[in-house]
């Protein structure tokens, strides 16, 4: 492919734009890297175990596995009914972001109850465009269905949905790091006590974040707009930093593009528009890199804005008690930052909790109930935690939890990182809890201390027998992380580590983590 330098920044901004002189300065830089662009050991289940381990649901589907591909998903779905097809293109994570479970938003969508198919915010637009396509083949959308809810009225209490969210006041944030850690991780603290929320552990708290306005005025220059444009009784710039997503290029803005453009440009908007790659370079399309690939098309902001994704809401797992400190809650935060070629990109809410919003920023929050993930009902009950990372999050809460109620049962942490000296969050207080008792066991792994890399599976073959014995005991267990590599990891550990010390065979062990899973008593909350 042959990237077309557009003209330099001076003349892509419009001269009556009011811009700030910081703002160009900043603006200059940013194109300037902008334009410098090229064109340029995991075990998993296999899918017969993990059926097993899965369990089946009310129809035998055995697909709800986010570490499964889509397409494996829809292969075993083929021939299933339509709701179980939706189901099968769902990110498999019961996250709640979307304000339902994986299962219960298919359902809602297969009975017309649900319009918005955008919603699965960890899917994307790969489940987006399967929705579509099954529901096109299927017909389950009412055919004048409206693209947003038909009623104004708030479809939950305040601030216990993403439709309702109730505002909060930011208090602070403290990073967690020491010096020479590869990450940004962040303690971060709301009061709750104008607001009036509470919640229970294990549930999840949503932030209604805001855009880096950085990014938005990069996009306003592009554009060739005014920032005070008005757009839907607001300007421009208050739309794009609040109300639109600006990460990846949504399908209607390259289909938008297609119907102002013509030739060669309109080919490759439209086969973009149906999922295609035409010049290998889709990794870069987000709403700026669109805008800066399509230069030529000229672009209204009020048809612009409406291309565009509404800015989707983001879960964090809790990481503080309620009955531990009342009106407050907290979050541990990883702040996203990458590059792609020579662009940086930013995480929208984690980058707004660690550097944008201020101490007394009233923020739209919403608590997010847990869907089969939280402390068991007998406090006496022993609890096993393996959270690497910012999975730690709601096993903190789970702790204080249980100082503050004085539950008897037994606590065992795995945790881990990359380097004990500056990745040990919370090392202070669950130091504490070990000598106080309430933290029977912790169980760390570092990964970039010793020539081999440890993980919180390798430690868990170590503890194996103690492990087994715990759950022989009628422990229960839980696992906080990533769903794609780390929560399979822990969970092929898992099977191991029955098969080793229950003197099982695999097939044996397998069943016996299906039985936990069945029972409740193995819980994950994973992204």
């Not at 369990?55 to 035998?60: F, L, N, R, T």
């Not at 008690?321 to 009342?326: E, K, L, W």
């Not at 935060?333 to 792609?340: G, L, P």
């Not at 570092?446 to 027998?465: A, C, F, N, P, T």
């Amino acid at each position: 492919m042959t990237v077309q330098t557009p003209s330099p920044i001076v003349q892509v901004l419009p001269e009556t734009a009011p811009f700030s002189e910081e703002q160009r300065s900043w603006l200059n830089g940013f194109f300037a890297g902008l334009l410098s662009l090229d064109n340029a050991g995991v075990t998993a289940l296999s899918p017969a175990e993990n059926a097993a381990v899965m369990g089946e649901a009310d129809d035998g589907a055995p697909w709800h596995d986010p570490s499964m591909e889509m397409a494996e998903r829809m292969k075993l779905a083929e021939g299933r009914p339509l709701p179980r097809k939706l189901y099968a293109a769902m990110a498999q994570q019961d996250c709640g972001q979307c304000g339902y479970v994986c299962e219960t938003y298919s359902a809602a969508i297969a009975e017309g109850k649900e319009p918005r198919l955008n919603l699965c915010a960890p899917g994307g637009k790969d489940t987006l465009r399967m929705l579509k396509t099954l529901v096109d083949e299927g017909g389950s959308l009412p055919a004048a269905a409206p693209a947003e809810p038909a009623t104004a009225e708030p479809l939950g209490p305040l601030g216990r949905c993403r439709e309702n969210p109730a505002m909060a006041t930011f208090l602070s944030r403290r990073k967690l790091n020491g010096e020479g850690s590869e990450k940004e991780t962040w303690h971060v603290e709301f009061d709750l006590s104008e607001c009036g929320l509470d919640y229970i552990v294990g549930d999840a708290f949503g932030i209604v974040a805001q855009n880096d306005p950085r990014l938005v005025d990069a996009v306003i220059a592009l554009l060739g707009a005014r920032p005070d444009a008005d757009v839907g009784g607001m300007t421009l710039r208050q739309a794009l930093i609040a109300e639109r997503a600006l990460g990846p290029a949504p399908d209607a803005l390259f289909q938008l593009i297609s119907y102002v453009t013509g030739g060669e440009t309109r080919a490759k908007a439209k086969r973009l528009a149906a999922g295609e790659d035409p010049d290998g370079d889709l990794d870069r399309l987000d709403v700026l890199g669109t805008l800066h690939k399509f230069g030529s098309a000229r672009l209204s902001a009020e048809a612009f804005v409406e291309a565009l994704d509404p800015l989707q809401p983001r879960l964090y797992s809790i990481s503080s008690s309620c009955i531990a400190t009342p009106g407050r809650i907290t979050l541990t935060v990883d702040a996203v930052r990458y590059r792609i070629g020579s662009r940086p990109r930013w995480g929208v809410a984690s980058t707004f909790l660690a550097e944008r919003v201020q101490p007394g920023d009233k923020v739209p929050v919403y608590v997010q109930r847990a869907h089969g993930f939280g402390l068991p009902a007998d406090p006496q009950t022993p609890v096993i935690m393996c959270g690497p990372g910012t999975g730690v999050a709601p096993f903190r809460a789970f702790l204080h939890d249980r100082k503050a109620t004085k539950a008897p049962g037994k606590n065992w942490l795995f945790f881990g990182h990359q380097r004990r000296a500056s990745d040990f969050f919370y090392e202070d207080e669950l130091t504490a809890m070990k000598e106080e008792g309430v933290l029977t066991g912790l169980t760390l792994a570092w990964s970039r201390d010793g020539k081999e890399k440890i993980y919180v599976q390798d430690r868990m073959r170590e503890r194996g027998s103690e492990l087994y014995a715990w759950l022989e005991q009628g422990a229960h267990f839980y696992v906080c992380g990533d769903a794609k590599r780390m929560a399979k990891d822990v969970e092929r550990a898992m099977v191991d580590v029955v098969a080793e010390h229950g003197k099982r065979s695999p097939d044996e062990a397998v069943a016996y983590v299906a039985a936990l899973k069945k029972a409740g008593r193995y819980q994950a909350d994973v992204y």
